[in-house]
């Protein structure tokens, strides 16, 4: 049973799969990389990013953190309540001008109504 995954120590994983009737993800599932992609991203930087509480809209971001291949990012208009991690190599991140060359429009974070990077709305 699930009561008895150990605490510390090393879970063995064939007796976990056996005694809770589960099935492993195949390692073909797995789309990450072996070797992590290099972040050569810089606290400061600005990006377009999806607004990860409306994915349909794209938004101005920063880069405010980085831990090893992972992006802590900040919509411009936001708080830090609503920071959240990207990997640099993720398909919901792209450079400035990205959006409008796809005939695109940078949005707002959910639930700005104004600031001023957006002053019409």
Known sequence: TLSQIPQQGHLHWEKYLK???AVAAPPHCF???????????KA?????AQDPRNTTSTCI?????????RL?????GSDNKNDFWRLVDSSEIQPIGNCEKNGGMLQPPLGEKYNKLFPQL
């Open 72 to 76: 802590r990012l900040r919509l411009d």
């Open 31 to 41: 789309r990450q990389s072996t070797t992590p992609p290099v972040n050569e991203f």
């Open 44 to 48: 400061g930087m600005k990006l377009e």
């Open 61 to 69: 971001a920063t880069v405010v953190g980085l831990t090893g291949s």
């Open 19 to 21: 005694e809770t009737g």
